[in-house]
């Protein structure tokens, strides 16, 4: 006979914590089932492991918190309605919820008991043949009537296989993890119960290890009988919270939350049995979560000065206060309980770090600092101190530097100007050479500077290099006095399209070529693994339309069929951080505004299909904002946009602006401009504003949901289009780019009769969760130069709502079954 070995693990946190993990579980190759509950609508929970395994809700009350769980209104005597259950209707033995002979599983969840003093059996998980009240496994918290409350694993014949815990203790308002492992071997199998508690309430002590990580304390049982295989395994079912037999008098009296079946014998490490998250944790969290429409990475705070001004120049500055955002600053912010994404500037080749120099009193201190908290960080621009500095244009050392300028035609990365008499412009060649890329993206990666860089962060999960992404690069519509465009093949006769076509898919070539040289320089194999490369405009155009001749500034193009792109540098890099900024130079400057047609909101609705693109040519894309006023108390003297604007462009007006942006795109990062040599004082008013707007989606239960998971509400209909129509792409024409809700204080549709320069006193969108007939919307609204009282906004498939609209930005939570709306 086998031998069967039973070990009861108990892991107790006296870690207080208010609510469940900062992210739910996410699916893996071993994950059969997961339920994340967070519906808030239907009858069906929805399966994320990728299965298509979705459970039934039965007449349980879904949560309405904002929080993920469910919370049951499961009663006595209500049999098969008052559970969640999923059926497997496979043949024969197949199904993966038996306990077969060899087979390993786990389930899990997270549990919280309203009250304690249930007399009865109170079901976690039961699997059963369909329609039969005979079980054949089910896990259990003893009734209080049973004076250790032990958990119990019983199988169908209970006199031999049955494993339970030791004596335990419940409380209520105290979640708890608690799992079954089945490990079937060749040598014998274990069966092995566990439960942490996250709650200071809890007995016990948890040595935590430097992970977070609750170790766990096992002690061998009893031994058991092998468990006998069934002969038909067809049509079992996996009951939540209670029980199909006993007219369902097992149920759970409480709440359940991240129920995950797996295909193998987890270890408390996978449990994510941890202490209460820093916001070190939760920022790595998200830096690192994968792209997801409907499990949404919460975003983060970004900076593009990261403060050497007074490093560069310290004579007269002394006060810290003008040092601007240096890392210091940064990391003092994320202790203080803010959500920032580490930034510093990146070395350029000549840079020399050394002992005593202004670069170690830079980098040391702090980026050991994120080492300890193991958080991800962003390198941006470039810094350094001889003649040739290519500042954050890290490919523009291949026209700055006369190494790679001076080469011959062929092997040159430069404009061959064919109006110049055949000479190297200063200017970079989707068609050059391509040799010189990756040299000078090894001169990068490579240097003495960033080799100490990781010296000082050997293992970071993430690195994020930003690039400022303005060098001189030849238009398109150039290519035809390059040479090296002919000597590619090309001719002077091909269309716009397959100019542009050909433009993009060189520069992506060219790109990726120096990304990898830059990455495989790395001595860090850490590094080389998590950096990616993001350029700052390396997306589409939000003026798309704006004007007949916006294609020039674009890689936008249309070959009809499927050959066609809004935008072609999702390909070319792993990331891009278009602009969010109030123009003050172009054409159209005495039009541009943030209460216009023409402002960042209306050109903003333009990037939602982009962003859908980017994604689907490149799922693993980093969509982050790159924000900036643009007009404050410091600018208003400079920009002849302030004129048109307000001298005294408050903070408040300015988050009311940036927000409508961030509900409606849902960026990763929003990452803050101003000028480098402005005091940080006399800026720092305007980060707060942004990094108060992202503070709030992750301290408001409700934002965050919205923010994880909903849609963006179009509005678009035959006379409430986009206002920006000319010389659009017709395979783009059914693209959804109208988000703005229709307010009774804004001009009313046609929209084609409105202009660049027409008011737009109210900005609102609107995001929808959930299924018809229980619909939950979030809204958003601002009014950039005054608040404005009494506003009707139709949202579409709820109505009209009215409310008050503040400058620096409004929500309104609205509910489908009650309709009803209120202010959050």
């Not at 900062?22 to 994320?48: C, K, M």
């Not at 101190?385 to 290519?390: D, G, K, L, Q």
């Not at 433009?503 to 990304?515: A, F, V």
Request: aromatic share 12%; glycine share 8%.
């Amino acid at each position: 006979m086998r031998i069967f070995l039973v070990f009861i693990a108990l892991s107790l946190s006296v870690q207080a914590w208010a609510q469940l993990p900062a992210r739910p579980y996410l699916g893996d190759t071993n994950t059969e089932l997961l339920y994340h509950f967070n519906e808030r609508a239907g009858t069906a929970a929805a399966d994320s492991s990728g299965n298509n395994r979705s459970a039934n809700y039965g007449s349980v009350q879904i949560g309405n918190t904002g929080l993920a769980f469910f919370d049951s209104a499961i009663s006595a005597g209500a049999g098969l309605a008052n559970r969640v259950y999923w059926k497997d209707t496979g043949a024969g033995v197949s199904s993966f919820l038996f306990p077969r002979a060899g087979a390993a599983f786990t389930i899990e969840g997270w549990f919280k008991l309203n009250d304690t003093a249930f007399t009865h059996r109170a079901a976690l998980f039961t699997v059963q043949p369909d329609g039969n009240a005979a079980l054949d496994y089910q896990l259990w918290i003893a009734p209080a009537n049973d004076a250790t409350r032990p958990l119990g694993l019983v199988f169908s014949d209970s006199t031999h296989y049955r494993v339970y815990t030791a004596g335990l203790s419940w409380n209520t308002n105290t979640w708890y993890h608690i799992a079954v492992v089945v490990n079937q071997g060749a040598s014998g199998t274990t069966y092995t119960l566990y439960r942490t508690a996250l709650s200071a309430a809890t007995t016990g002590v948890c040595a935590v290890s430097v992970a977070g990580v609750c170790d766990v304390v096992a002690m061998s049982g009893a031994l058991m009988d092998p468990i006998p295989e069934a002969t038909n395994a067809a049509d079992r079912v996996l009951s939540i919270g209670n029980f199909y037999g006993n007219w369902g008098d097992e149920f759970f009296p409480g709440q359940i939350d991240e129920v995950r079946f797996s295909s193998i014998a987890r270890t408390a490490d996978d449990f994510r049995l941890s202490v209460a998250p820093t916001v070190a944790d939760r920022i790595r969290t998200e830096t690192v979560a994968a792209n997801s429409e409907t499990d949404h990475a919460l975003p983060l705070v970004g900076i593009w000065n990261s403060g050497t001004t007074a490093y560069d120049n310290p004579a007269g500055k002394g006060d810290v206060a003008y040092w601007g955002y240096t890392p210091t600053w940064q990391l003092e912010q994320i202790a203080a309980g803010h959500f920032i994404l580490p930034t510093f500037i990146s070395p350029t080749p000549d840079l020399v770090y050394a002992s005593g120099t202004r670069y170690e009193s830079f980098y040391k201190t702090p980026l050991e600092s994120a080492a300890a908290q193991k958080l991800p960080i962003a390198l941006v621009a470039g810094w350094g101190s001889a003649p040739i500095n290519p500042g954050g244009q890290w490919e523009s050392l291949l026209y700055l530097d006369p190494a790679y300028f001076g080469l011959a035609a062929a092997d040159n990365p430069n404009v061959i100007s064919l109006s110049d008499g055949g000479s190297v412009a200063k200017m970079l060649s989707p068609f050059g050479a391509e040799a010189p890329w990756t040299s000078v993206g090894e001169s990068w990666g490579g240097s003495q500077a960033m080799t100490a860089l990781q010296t000082l962060y050997p293992d970071p999960p993430r690195v994020l290099y930003v690039s400022n992404n303005e060098a001189d690069r030849e238009k398109w519509g150039q290519a035809t006095n390059d040479q090296h465009y002919y000597d590619a093949g090309h001719s002077a006769a091909d269309s716009d399209d397959l100019k542009i076509k050909s433009t993009g898919k060189g520069w992506c070539r060219r790109y990726r070529l120096m990304q990898d040289a830059w990455r495989g320089a790395l001595t860090s194999a850490s590094w080389r693994s998590n950096s990616r490369f993001a350029g700052y405009q390396a997306f589409g155009r939000q003026a798309y339309g704006r004007w007949g001749e916006w294609r020039e500034y674009s890689l936008s193009y249309d070959l009809g069929g499927t050959d066609h792109r809004i935008d072609m540098f999702s390909l070319g890099w792993d990331g891009g951080s278009p602009d969010y900024y109030l123009k003050d130079t172009g054409p159209d400057v005495v039009a541009v505004g943030d209460a216009k047609v023409m402002s960042v909101q209306i050109e903003s609705m333009n990037q939602e299909f982009m962003r859908r693109e980017a994604l689907e040519l490149n799922p693993e894309f980093w969509f982050e904002l790159s924000v900036s006023l643009g007009c404050d108390a410091i600018d208003a003297n400079n920009h002849p946009t302030c004129a048109n604007i307000t001298a005294d462009y408050t903070p408040a007006r300015y988050a009311g602006v940036v927000q409508f942006g961030m509900w409606l795109l849902r960026p990763r990062l929003v990452r803050d401009f101003h000028k480098s040599e402005y005091p940080r004082a006399q800026t720092q008013a305007y980060f707060n504003a942004v990094m108060d707007a992202v503070d709030r989606v992750h301290n408001d239960p409700v934002l965050q949901s919205f923010w994880r998971n909903s849609a963006p509400v179009s509005t678009e209909t035959a006379t409430y289009r986009h206002p920006y129509q000319q010389n659009t792409l017709a395979s783009y024409s059914s693209a959804q780019r109208m988000f703005l809700l229709q307010a009774s204080v804004n001009p009313p549709p046609p929209t084609s009769s409105w202009t660049l320069t027409t008011q737009i006193k109210v900005f609102a969108l609107a995001r929808v969760q959930g299924a018809a007939g229980s619909r939950r919307w979030l809204v958003y609204a601002s009014a950039p130069e005054d608040a404005q009282s009494g506003v009707t906004l139709t949202v579409p498939d709820f109505g009209n709502i009215t409310v008050d609209v503040s400058v620096a930005g409004s929500f309104y939570l609205l509910d489908e079954a009650t309709h009803t709306y209120a202010t959050l």
